[in-house]
């Protein structure tokens, strides 16, 4: 056995700190780590609008006191413009939505996800039947559809095509009239209002969306189509447009009509990606 007389070497006490300043950043830092956080933002997938919510997600890590790197803010970019991209291609409806909450332990600041919620447009008519007022699309027929009906002498002899026909709008007058009218809706809950409103048999509710290529109505069976809800709402673009003509053309007799709604703009006026982005999502594709 080995002894020594010399004590083991102690370690210096640490300093006393008395500067008011490194006293009061200490306790905030700690106090820092005592603060939780967590929630959500979500906003509608606008790809236009990339670098707004960029800076926008940004602005909110920076309220809650989690600044990013440049490297982290690099690849939130990324994750975000993608993800707008993709949720707006599924449909103009599609949400945006970042969930944040603190890391644990708290001095490694927060974790979120980015992720898409995606809508169909049945989604979000149900919304509108469950926050909306009774007249989702309006009390009275469109005067034009029935100025054109009336066009045709006896009704009892044609066979109508409403496109679109949500809860009846125009189904249920012409019906009323006397015209045999094929309706075809794609949402099931205003189908079922519909039918529910017909107390005629000359009226047929089909559940169907008509850019659908599998939907096949009958052909060269109508004198009288309707589509005045279709087009703006519905038709992104110029393929979804020729999709909607040429079934229409199909099932329209010779000599039968086909009337519908477009939003058109000015000759000289070409709309900026932003400008077809929110029309959209406000169900005014121009």
């Known amino acids: 056995m080995i002894t020594s007389d010399n004590p083991p070497p102690q370690n210096p006490p640490p300093p006393i700190v008395t ?3 490194v006293l009061q950043k200490t306790l905030f830092d700690d106090f820092i780590q005592s603060v939780l956080a967590n929630g959500e933002m979500v906003m509608p997938c606008i790809p236009a609008l990339t670098e707004y919510y960029i800076w926008r997600i940004g602005a ?3 309220a809650i006191d989690s600044r990013f ?3 982290q803010l690099q690849q939130v ?4 413009a993608k993800n707008l991209v993709e949720g707006f291609r599924i449909s103009p409806h599609s949400k945006l939505r970042l969930k944040y909450e603190t ?3 708290t001095n490694e600041g927060y974790k979120f996800k980015i992720s898409i919620l995606a809508a169909s447009v049945v989604e979000e008519y149900q919304k509108w ?3 909306r007022q009774p007249f989702l699309f309006g009390s009275e027929p469109n005067a034009k559809v029935m100025q054109v009906a009336a066009q045709f002498e006896d009704p009892t002899t ?3 095509l409403d496109v679109g026909a949500r809860i009846g709008r125009h189904t249920l007058p012409l019906a009323k009239q006397g015209y045999s009218v094929d309706a075809l809706e794609l949402s099931p809950t205003f189908v079922e209002r519909l039918k529910n409103a017909a107390s005629t048999g000359s009226v047929n509710v089909t559940v169907g969306d008509i850019l659908d290529p599998l939907i096949r109505m009958p052909l060269a069976h109508y004198r009288f189509a309707i589509g005045v809800e279709v087009i703006a709402a519905h038709c992104r673009d110029v393929e979804q447009l020729r999709l909607f003509l040429v079934k229409m053309s199909d099932v329209l007799c010779s000599g039968g009509l086909l009337l519908f709604a477009i939003f058109l703009c000015q000759d000289d006026y070409e709309p900026d990606p932003l400008t077809r982005q929110i029309s959209q999502l406000h ?3 121009s």
């Open 19 to 21: 500067d008011p300043g």
């Open 60 to 62: 909110l890590f920076q």
């Open 69 to 71: 790197s440049k490297e």
């Open 77 to 80: 970019g990324q994750m975000v």
């Open 103 to 105: 890391s644990q332990p």
């Open 129 to 131: 039947v469950d926050s």
């Open 158 to 160: 044609v066979t109508v």
């Open 283 to 285: 169900w005014t594709s």
